[in-house]
């Protein structure tokens, strides 16, 4: 019915690294960190006006160990940075990781003695996504920049 | 502005039975503040209670005045819910090892109010049950809302968790 109706009696050759990255840049389960009001645009971003399934990342697992990329959606507290590296560091390789939003990307308005400015400040962002909060399609954005990403990597690099 | 007659009433009460603790009474904004001396409170606080029918206890908080001498206020919200009265009663005190006594016999609600309190501001609630921190972790040094506290914190007060993953 799929793929064998239209290749007949043939057959495609590919590289592993291109049949990987289209596998993981099509199933990048996220990670939903949601700490403050950002969390209802991903939920926004997740349901069904914006469809994240377009992606293949509509599985929001709330297991660390089952996601590929998380979602730091609000403004994370010294106190909570410890739970957040902790559950970042339970998920699997490889992992990507999206600031959403002005709190998470530099502390946004909260400018005080609470408030980590900037969650890069102990975990690898990948994309970090402007507003206050971002629209739903910015968030969409941030993960079609993380598939892009994914696809342009190497596993083994050629030397030339 | 006229005091209403059910606030007068627990003034004039207030001022008979605690006569050396009794400060003033101030009007702000149609909220009425009495301030009280800190030794009592716990007694101002029970006699408020049980004579005058205050069982809400909304808030406490504290106030960094940032004077030379009793720096620190305390203030405690509270509200008559069969008089439909609300309450204001501040006492202060001083810079050096500000402490007060608990009110958590009076209002078990008081007990994490009292622990904001001195998280935030270093006064000390002598027969609590539980003063720890509320916000800030366990072994931070400072107290936030004090004054000379600056606005970003400082540097380093907090540990941060480590950034690069366990080499095994």
Redesign the interface.
Known sequence: MGLESALGEGYLTTRIDDLVNWARSNAAWPMPMGLACCAIEMMAFAGPRYDVSRFGSEVLRFSPRQSDVMIVAGWCSYKMSHAIRRIWDQMPDPKWCIAMGACASTGGMHRCYGVVQGVDNFLPVDAYVSGCPPRPDAVLHALMKIQDKIRTEHSVLLDT | MELSPELQKVIDGLKDTFESDYEVTEQYRGDTIIRVKPDHIVDICNYLKEKHHFVYLADIFGTDRFTSDDRFEVIYNIVSLKTQQRLFLKTRCEEENPHLNSVTSVWPAANWFERETYDMFGIVFENHPDLRRM???EDFDYH?LRKE??????PGS??????T??TE
């Open positions: 916000f800030m972790p936030p506290f600056p606005l970003l914190g400082i907090i540990e941060l968790p480590s950034s993953p366990d």
